[in-house]
């Protein structure tokens, strides 16, 4: 895969959960990077990555994907410029197999946004998917 990360200043990843939950949100599960307490289906993980409030169901800027000027698929991603914190875009064929690091091109990157494009030019023979997942580092 190809990641890319936040540039400083950082907030933690724990930082990060101590200011968002209580003692008792943080014991019974609600604050861990996988639950999803406001039901918006975003994960802690993904509410600390898009800067949103992980206890108030809101709507969010999804990644931009578009047909690139030379046939392949490019993804642009709203960055959190203050969060520690990996973006990491994969490509695949059958949403089951994903690859990274030789399918996939960081285009620009800066502490906001991050554009990446996947190698493979697009045809008419075969479909194309093009992911963002967020990782602790």
Do not use: C
């Not at 540039?7 to 609600?30: H, K, M, N, V, Y």
């Not at 509410?47 to 108030?56: A, H, I, R, V, Y």
């Not at 990644?63 to 520690?84: F, H, I, Y």
């Amino acid at each position: 895969a190809v990641s890319a990360t936040s540039a400083p200043p950082l907030i933690a990843p724990e930082d990060w959960r101590s200011t968002a939950f209580s003692a008792t949100q943080l014991a019974d599960g609600t604050g861990d990077w996988l639950a999803d307490p406001d039901g918006d289906e975003k994960s802690n993980l993904t509410e600390f990555g898009e800067g949103t409030n992980p206890l108030l169901a809101e709507p969010t800027a999804h990644p931009q994907v578009v047909v690139a000027a030379d046939g392949t698929l490019e993804m642009t991603v709203s960055k959190q410029p203050n969060v520690s914190l990996v973006y990491e875009v994969e490509v695949s064929d059958d949403l089951i197999t994903w690859t990274g690091a030789d399918d996939v091109r960081i285009v620009t990157e800066s502490a906001q946004r991050l554009v990446v494009r996947d190698t493979r030019v697009l045809t008419n023979l075969y479909r194309r998917f093009i992911r963002l997942t967020f990782k602790l580092p």
